[in-house]
């Protein structure tokens, strides 16, 4: 008879043969994480059995969906003190170094998702057994939160893996297959779901040989040999992350070299380096930025809204690579435009995204095969979803939903892709303006994961509630916002990129121009980004604000335009371009450029972004944050143009701004809204 205990989230079971089998199932939760109440009772549960003394014990989960998704670190938010935040750490630290000291042999046994803190404890245990899957379901994702792993996985990492393996899963923060985490002896043995429990007993009877190292790993390991690898690896995150902006994978390297991963030393050092991260602005803004991302798909939940077809009218780079992602994603698409020589640039596009997103050459053809050509609007008549992306002139947008209109069937939603227009200005003579609404992609609609949906005051929730499902479908994060000019994210970049114009003007080069924003953290300058967005685009949409905000819309644009020069798809604006990258002159000497040039490119959006929060075209600032750094790239370890303004210090952002102001113009006056900001 098998003896039972059962706690508030694991239940013990002891069976004939003095195995334990510990079973984790959080309670009230979808899945399994490591909060501080699960590794409490773990605690106990791994003192009771220094004094049972089990044959054996087999970890496992009573979730369907994986093993454990990793520690719980709300504990973390707004965490400033050091010292605690460490006997926190070392506290996690210290009950595995009492679970990984029983003297029985231990299994995990991975069902699904094992990341963060849930695979370091499986690395904790002497053997692991991956439930047969094809997905990456294996990871140490802490990187991307501006953190490392701080249960001791920057040294158990090492010591089952070795050095180059173990640096690029902690250092990438990518998941990896099970396959592949057999091949680098991070799993013990790919099982299924039939053949488990007899595999965890023969294990525990045959006690095989623990994984560790290969020999070469284990060479390259040794105190000589690690500063010339610590010396490539920081190269080769240097070519990706700014050490100043993103501290943590230099930190793991850091780690590394000093310790060997020699478990004297390296556990507290581990913590140590944890504690520092966890209370750095970088990594309280990224782990809030995490908890932002939930908030934001919060937003999909309850929501009922059938889209199966959806048809895309335009062709030009947004209609055409918003139809080629929802056939991506698995819906059927037809794309209109006035003729096929129209059409056929987006088409293929199409071919060249689906080569390298789809390597399998049958679901290749089936997703191609979802995207139809349609040049005489006969899809119209099916969608359930129809978005507009012509380019943007009121009258010519108007005479089209006046065409389509009685084409579309009850039930369907009309959406506009509109990058800057008032959606009452587009709507005003439909017959049901209430289910209009705004669907606005940004480029490369591939890459930006942000989708503004677009409301009025009086649209209607189920023709919201289709944008949002619609965005579900395909992928992206949704940011609701109220109708007004320039939306969310083009209102903010606009003066980022105008002052960028009053710079070039001053004779600033454009290369320090974008240097300038690069080093603030953004991921190209606004230079390079009037580039690539379309120097027509960017005219347009200036127009728009310039009219809304009493803004100037810069000469040059219209210039620009009237010589062809529209940027990176014409080979030529503000940059050459060759084979899809800026041709840049060679920066200036640092002593003779002036160092208020970042101020004055940042601080005009993060005072437009306050005016945007007053205004009440965002439900909060949280919303406002994350969507300006998912639709603008606004550096994220920044956590946003608010919460910038917040670390920086309220007082000072408006100081600062005042003081531009006064040399530079009333462009810079302080919004009166920032006295609503604590």
């Known amino acids: 008879m098998n003896e039972e205990k059962n706690f508030s989230h694991w239940t013990l079971e002891k069976d004939p043969n003095n195995f334990v089998w510990l079973n984790l199932n959080v309670q009230e939760s979808s899945a399994n994480v490591l909060s501080a109440d699960v590794l409490s009772e773990f605690h106990k549960i791994v003192e009771s059995l220094h004094l049972d003394h089990p044959k054996g014990l087999v970890i496992y989960s009573g979730k369907e969906n994986g093993f454990i998704m990793g520690a719980d670190i709300k504990g973390f938010i707004g965490m400033a003190d050091e010292n605690k935040a460490y006997e926190l750490i070392r506290q996690g630290q210290q009950v595995l170094e009492s679970f990984v000291s029983l003297s029985c042999p231990k299994i995990a046994v991975i069902n699904g998702f094992a990341l963060g803190g849930g695979l370091e404890l499986a690395m904790a245990c002497d053997y692991r057994i991956g439930i047969d899957s094809n997905k990456p379901i294996l990871g140490l994702p802490e990187v991307k939160l501006g953190l490392h792993p701080g249960f001791g996985g920057t040294v158990r990492t090492i010591e089952i893996c070795g050095v180059r393996p173990a640096m690029k899963l902690m250092l990438t923060g990518k998941s990896i297959t099970l396959k592949k985490a057999y091949q680098i002896g991070l799993i013990d043995k790919i099982s299924n779901s039939e053949d488990w429990q007899n595999h965890a007993k023969s294990i525990i009877k045959t006690k095989p040989k623990k994984k560790m190292a290969p020999l070469i790993e284990r060479i390259l390991n040794l105190k000589p040999l690690r500063g010339f690898i610590a010396k490539t690896l920081n190269a080769q995150v240097a070519s990706k992350a700014n050490k100043n902006h993103y501290p943590a994978p230099f930190s ?9 991963a020699n478990p004297k ?19 309280r803004n990224l782990v809030r930025l995490f908890f932002l991302q939930n908030k934001m798909k919060s937003q999909f939940k309850k929501i009922e809204a059938n889209i199966n077809n959806v048809h895309v009218i335009g062709a030009g780079v947004m209609g055409g690579d918003i139809a080629s992602w929802c056939a991506l994603k698995g819906l059927n698409v037809t794309l209109q435009d006035r003729s096929l020589e129209d059409i056929a640039p987006a088409i293929k596009r199409c071919k060249i995204l689906f080569e390298k997103r789809i390597k399998d050459e049958e679901k290749r053809k089936n997703a191609l095969s979802r995207l139809q050509v349609d040049v005489n609007g006969d899809g119209i008549a099916k969608a359930d979803l129809i978005i507009e992306a012509i380019f943007e002139n009121i009258k010519a947008k108007k005479d089209l939903y006046n065409k389509i209109e009685n084409k579309m069937k009850p039930s369907a939603i009309l959406a506009t892709n509109t990058s800057s227009i008032l959606l009452e200005d587009l709507r005003s003579d439909l017959a049901k303006p209430e289910k209009f609404i705004g669907i606005h992609f940004f480029n490369p609609v591939s890459q930006l994961p942000l989708v503004e949906i677009i409301k009025c005051d009086d649209t209607d929730q189920s023709a919201i509630d289709v944008g949002l499902e619609f965005v579900k479908i395909v992928a992206k994060s949704p940011l609701l916002c109220k109708s007004s000019e320039g939306f969310v994210v083009n209102r903010l970049l606009g003066p980022y990129m105008a002052e960028a114009m009053h710079l070039a003007r001053e004779g600033v080069g454009l290369t320090d121009i974008d240097n300038a924003a690069v080093n603030f953290g953004m991921p190209m300058g606004p230079v390079e980004l009037v580039d690539t967005v379309g120097i027509d685009v960017a005219l347009n949409v200036s127009k728009v604000l310039g009219k809304a905000y009493n803004r100037t819309v810069p000469d040059e644009l219209a210039q620009m335009v009237e010589s062809k020069k529209l940027g990176k798809k014409s080979g030529e604006g503000f940059y050459k371009w060759v084979s899809g990258k800026a041709i840049k002159p ?32 965002v439900s909060d600032g949280d919303m406002l944050d994350i969507g300006v750094i998912f639709g603008t790239g606004f550096a994220p370890f920044r956590g946003g143009p608010i919460q910038y303004a917040k670390d920086r210090g309220v007082k000072n952002v408006i100081s600062s701004l005042d003081s531009l102001a006064q040399k530079y113009g009333d462009r810079f006056k302080p919004s009166s809204a920032w006295s609503n900001i604590s």
């Open 586 to 617: 060679e920066p200036a000497s640092p002593d003779l450029i002036s160092d208020d040039i970042e101020d004055r490119l940042i601080l005009p959006m993060v005072n437009e972004a306050i005016k945007c929060l007053n205004d009440g075209i």
């Open 265 to 283: 030393t390296a556990y507290q050092a581990e913590a140590r380096s944890m504690a520092k991260l966890i209370c750095s602005n970088t990594g």
């Open 252 to 260: 793991m390297i850091d780690l590394w070299l000093k310790h060997g």
